[in-house]
């Protein structure tokens, strides 16, 4: 758990690898039901394009129809859900049906102003889909250094062209973080009552940040 922009993906996906178990995020899943122009993307995308949460009805049947993959047998981490009481309960009847159980809910705290520098320089390619900021992990190629594609940023995975995802905007950001303190936020103590909770402080960078996790895990580097 996490506000956007606390790193909590980039994070779920070093553990995912560390660990050997699938990285189960549900923003890109619904990302790439809006980019095959499916019923539930095209539901979606009025949602996620405004900065608000998508209906649970919506993300509860994808997030069961997931972990039913042979993948998760040996574990998963979920990413993005739940993010209400009503997911969290609804996962927990799902786990009862699959007969798995929770082992800890992480929750990466960091304030709004670093989510805003976070988020507003953030860039992804939309060829392959790599992520990119302007600070923390500029392209090789930028608009600043004057780059071969004509003064455009592009990824140096496969050239592709970067942009700026719309819900990255500030007035985007600032509204997806208001969404996320009303709808989210009394999960912390729904998981600190079950004893599973652990808090990360997700300022400076992601090795550090990293560090922090794997401690508090209880997993060596």
Known sequence: MGPPGSGKGTQALKLSERL????????DILREEV????????????FMSAGKL???ELTI??????????????GFILDGFPRNSNQAKNLEKIFLELK?????????SIPLPDVVKRLSERRSCKRCGAVYHLTFH?????????SASGGKDVCDRCGGELYQ?????ESIIKTRFSVYGDETKPLI???EEKGVLLEIDAAGGVEEIYSRLLSSLGISK
């Open 100 to 108: 798995v159980g929770l082992d800890r809910a992480v929750y990466f």
């Open 20 to 27: 050997v178990i699938p990285h189960i995020a549900l923003g």
């Open 138 to 146: 500029p392209p090789k190629k930028s608009a600043k250094g004057g």
């Open 35 to 46: 980019a095959g122009g499916t019923e539930i993307g095209k539901q979606a995308e009025k």
């Open 54 to 56: 998508v209906p649970d």
């Open 61 to 74: 049947d994808i997030v069961r129809e997931r972990l039913k993959k042979s993948d998760c047998r040996d």
């Open 189 to 191: 103590k729904h998981f």
């Open 165 to 169: 995802r719309h819900d990255d905007e």
